[in-house]
């Protein structure tokens, strides 16, 4: 990293600059920090592209895209703003080297699982990418950066806006256009209809370099026709490929799209190892990890200016890395000591940012900061949203409000542009997510969130982040909601640590079936419901009942099982994710259910429980007050 150039701003939008990263052909590129103390590399256009109405149409469309992409597996999209007269756009900060450094200049070929590892963690974020709706179009290992917990793809659709521009005929002056010579797809060789596909094909490239430290097609220096040639019509040079990795790699590398598997099914046929790197690759992280915490070192304490308000001194910001040549990695020394030392640093670097950037639930409202008594006696910072848009907003996203099949919940708090200001929990009829939106802007009339993080999933590893979301206030009570081309009207609804209508709480009961169950005594089915906030187990079931033989015949013994359930929604309807089974009480015989709302009706003077599920129309189980 480079100090701060004299002609270089001190700050972009919210973002302080700490440092140059370097220049492109789109534009310059910022180490910058939030005013939360987040690390983000703020990219600013070059002025002769921002003079360009195209250009500034197709980055616009593009920087929308990569919001709505959400951070999975790739570099989040922090802010923007793409109508100044320097248009901009901050991402998160991924501190990790590239796979063509780790494997061109420093270390060589990856071994064969490090390989599985990165095709299973670069597939996964293909496919998040994918299901956005967008295609990367130019994965390359400068654009996959290793990291301790996976890769990360960086730089997937800006080039889209770069290649809308009139360059005069000169199809280097940008320097990406349809792709990178050597990792490209045929389809992209042809000047052919490119999807998901070609991404495919272009990560067996990538995951063939990885293994080999060659591209499978040559590279331009042989002539840039010649290598495309090679990619439509030749076979790749695969030599010295582990074995092992053959199958996978030719099979991303078929000419035919339709005969390469999508990034979902390599998924679900890789596993994903702990640790994934070589030690030599993590004891590099650690020396950027520790250099980055070094230029961090200087984040402005709470109640200290804002970092616009305090330009850097001449020569560089405060805390800027030394920018002379790394030290040579050294060589296979200290494997054990190594990743322990990398896994702390990365577990305390991740534990002040969520201390540091998410208020404490349930606390009375306030923050907790790093160093205090985890009693919430700090004060909230000064933020941006609008009081009109603080507080909780549920809506039905499928269904209607009496039978909703897919409902959504925000939870919006105070805070500035970049930090995680607010929770959101969506419900399926399988599926329970619960994640933290990032703040990208508000007015008195709009609010829009970008990046997120998944903090809870049920069942545990589906939930994918939500995508760019916005909120348009139309009554003090009623807001209009968007993500991508989902639309919806939420209603204010409580927020805080008590969400679950008084007249839920307590334990229902349902009463035996005399007539179709036998021994009406052994069977029993209750619901017991507690206070709490929306994303806790509120709710829990406990049913016993005969276990029988293959003829239907009562045996001994009974069968007992018992199962709880997050709230995701507390409005006109209590919404309940998908049962998760109690270990110390669950028989083999027993069934979890999916996701269920609960709501409660009077007949013959007495209060009812209903319970329906939100897979398909069925009538409800009904409870009673014990």
């Known amino acids: 990293m480079e100090s701060l150039h004299a002609e270089d701003p001190v700050s972009v939008g919210p973002f302080r600059l700490i440092g140059r990263l370097g220049v492109g052909g789109m534009g310059r590129v910022f180490l910058a920090r939030s005013a939360g103390g987040r690390t983000v590399a703020v990219k600013v256009v070059h002025a002769e592209l921002a003079a360009q109405d195209e250009f500034r149409r197709r980055f616009a469309r593009e920087v929308a895209a990569l919001e709505r992409v959400g951070g999975t597996g790739t570099a989040p999209v922090l802010g923007s703003d793409t109508t100044a007269d320097s248009p901009w756009v901050a991402i998160g900060y991924v501190p990790g080297p590239s796979l063509r450094t780790v494997v061109g200049d420093e270390f060589g070929p990856l071994p064969p699982a490090t390989v599985r590892a990165l095709a299973s963690g670069l597939a996964r974020a293909l496919d998040h990418i994918h299901a956005a709706g967008l295609v990367h179009r130019d994965l390359k290992p400068s654009n996959v950066l290793l990291t301790v917990d996976?890769?990360?793809?960086?730089?997937?659709?800006?080039?889209?806006?770069?290649?809308?521009?009139?360059?005069?005929?000169?199809?280097?002056?940008?320097?990406?256009?349809?792709?990178?010579?050597?990792?490209?797809s045929p389809e992209q060789v042809r000047g052919d209809r490119v999807g998901p596909a070609s991404d495919v094909f272009c990560l067996g490239s990538v995951l063939a370099y990885a293994a080999t430290g060659r591209a499978p097609f040559g590279t331009a220096d042989s002539g840039v026709h010649a290598t495309m040639f090679r990619i439509a019509h030749d076979e790749p040079d695969l030599t010295d490929l582990p074995p092992e990795l053959s199958g996978l790699i030719r099979a991303c590398l078929a000419k035919d799209p339709a005969a390469r598997p999508t990034a979902t099914e390599i998924v679900e046929t890789l596993p994903v190892a702990d640790p994934w790197l070589p030690a030599d690759v993590l004891a590099r992280l650690g020396r950027h990890a520790a250099r980055l915490l070094e230029a961090e070192g200087s984040a402005p304490a709470q109640g200290a200016p804002a970092a616009s308000d305090t330009p850097p001194p001449a020569g560089g910001a405060p805390g800027t890395a030394p920018t002379g040549p790394a030290a040579p990695a050294p060589r296979r020394r200290g494997r054990t000591a190594l990743l322990a030392a990398v896994t702390a640093l990365a577990v305390a670097a991740a534990a002040t940012v969520a201390y540091a950037y998410w208020p404490g639930r349930g606390d009375g409202g306030t923050v907790r900061t790093p160093g205090g008594n985890?009693?919430?006696?700090?004060?909230?910072?000064?933020?941006?949203?609008?009081?009109?848009?603080?507080?909780?907003?549920?809506?039905?996203?499928?269904?209607?409000?009496?039978?909703?099949?897919?409902?959504?919940?925000?939870?919006?708090?105070?805070?500035?542009?970049?930090?995680?200001?607010?929770?959101?929990?969506?419900?399926?009829?399988e599926l329970l997510c619960i994640g933290r939106a990032t703040l990208i802007s508000a007015t008195d009339g709009e609010l829009v969130l970008g990046e997120a993080e998944i903090t809870e999933s049920v069942p545990a590893r589906r939930c994918t982040p939500a995508a760019r979301q916005t909120l348009r206030l139309r009554s003090t009570?009623?807001?209009?909601?968007?993500?991508?081309?989902?639309?919806?009207?939420?209603?204010?609804?409580?927020?805080?640590?008590?969400?679950?209508?008084?007249?839920?709480?307590?334990?229902?009961k349902q009463a035996p079936d005399t007539v179709t169950q036998p021994e009406p005594d052994r069977w029993s089915y209750q619901v017991t419901i507690v206070q709490g906030p929306v994303g806790a187990p509120l709710v829990r079931f406990e049913q016993a009942y005969p276990r029988m033989d293959d003829q239907g015949n009562l045996l001994a013994d009974d069968v007992?099982?018992?199962t709880t359930a997050v709230v995701g929604g507390a409005g006109s309807l209590l919404v309940i994710g998908p049962e998760?089974?109690?270990?110390?009480?669950?028989?083999?015989?027993?069934?979890?259910?999916?996701?269920?709302?609960?709501?409660?009706t009077h007949w013959q003077g007495k209060e009812r429980l209903q319970v329906y599920g939100m897979t398909s129309d069925g009538e409800p189980a009904e409870f009673v007050r014990e």
């Open 477 to 508: 009570d009623v807001v209009e909601w968007g993500s991508g081309v989902a639309r919806s009207t939420f209603q204010r609804v409580k927020a805080g640590p008590d969400v679950v209508p008084a007249a839920y709480v307590g334990t229902w």
């Open 150 to 184: 996976g890769p990360r793809i960086i730089d997937f659709g800006i080039a889209r806006a770069v290649d809308t521009v009139d360059t005069g005929g000169n199809l280097t002056t940008t320097g990406a256009v349809v792709g990178s010579p050597g990792f490209m």
């Open 580 to 600: 998760t089974r109690d270990p110390d009480s669950w028989d083999p015989d027993c069934a979890e259910n999916g996701s269920s709302n609960l709501r409660i």
């Open 560 to 562: 007992r099982c018992a």
């Open 374 to 429: 985890g009693k919430g006696t700090g004060a909230r910072p000064a933020g941006i949203v609008p009081a009109a848009f603080l507080g909780a907003w549920e809506g039905v996203l499928k269904g209607t409000a009496n039978a909703p099949y897919e409902t959504s919940r925000i939870e919006i708090t105070q805070g500035p542009a970049g930090a995680k200001t607010a929770v959101y929990t969506h419900v399926t009829g």
